[in-house]
């Protein structure tokens, strides 16, 4: 019997080879804080669609300048963008991985020059700037922001768009109460709360019909914070506005020390894949092929996003095959070394 951490899975179109996801991460390689695609993205991710990765996500990419993580982030906010992005997919495509892109806001959290935005004019830590409260016309000026990037990674030839609704950026800080303090119809209620996502969602759904992820944090690890109700409301809105996939991450909101261990998130991908009826990816700490399996088998997620096991090994399919004891394709630059 095959493993099911190497069968297909198709959302709408799109067919991935195996479950395996490479999660996105911050690479910090722009150069010249324009935003710009440079040689290490081009290597960095090719190299783990030659790993036989089923879906490779490109790292938070910011939909406005302001909106960078750091000044080394990659940017999608101008149509200059694109070429860089259409080299990335090349590669990635080139064997038979698909391609997806995580379009971000850090809100409170961004580290930039620029003058920086948050639904509430409340800093993250002392080590931060205090942003300023965001008025509506920033809010609809942001939505149009993420219509915006989404056409260009469409443009750009990506097959799935990831939505980055967690770590305590842009989109986490209006559905959290602990960063929300708004009086308006943004903030208050969880319907409230969760309007600015449920907007964006329906911004990029005018441009983009594909594959469409959301990532979120599950536990905000605060008190007073969003409690796993919260979330499967905002789960099951996403579910009835079309979005074909949760990630779900957890943390990042407020300044805590999360604990953390082998699967320690892989709980909250269970509950809001079997209590909202939706397909959910895991993440966190997933570093083996049987971990993997186990996740997949008990049926606790669809997909594995596996992320800092990416960056020690780009062959981690191969590597979990191994465990597996399961016989998959290599490049066939590689085929010499692949299985023996």
Known sequence: MTAKLFTPFTIKNVTFKNRIVMSPMCMYSVETEDGMVKPFHLTHYESRAAGQAGLIIVESTAVTPEGRISPQDLGIWSHAHVEGFKKIN????????????????????AAVQEEIFAPSALSFSDAYKTPKEMTIEKIQETIGAFKSGAKRAKEAGFDVIEIHGAHG????????????????????????????????????????????????????????GNTIEDMLYFAKEMHK?????????????????????????????????????????????????????????????DLIFIARAFLRNPYWPKQAAD???????GPEQYKRGWNV
Not at 257 to 277: L, T
Request: net charge neutral; glycine share 12%; hydrophobic share 35%.
């Open 90 to 109: 090349e590669g990635v495509h080139r064997h038979g991985a698909k391609s997806g892109i995580q379009l971000g806001h850090a809100g409170r959290k």
């Open 323 to 329: 465990e597996l004891k399961v016989t998959i394709e």
């Open 241 to 301: 506005q079309g979005v074909d996939l949760i990630d779900c991450s957890t943390g990042g909101v407020v300044p805590v020390k999360v604990k953390s261990y082998p699967g320690y998130q892989v709980n909250y991908a269970e509950i809001i894949k079997k209590e909202a009826n939706i397909p959910t990816g895991a993440v966190g700490l997933i570093t083996s092929g049987l971990q993997a399996e186990e996740i997949l088998q008990n049926n606790r997620a």
């Open 169 to 224: 950026y842009l989109i986490n800080q209006f559905l959290s109460p602990l960063t929300n303090k708004r009086t308006d119809e943004y903030g208050g209620s969880t319907e409230n709360r969760y309007r600015l996502l449920r907007e964006i969602i329906e911004a990029v759904q005018e441009v983009w019909s594909g594959p469409l992820f959301v990532r979120i944090s599950a536990n905000e690890y605060g008190e007073g």
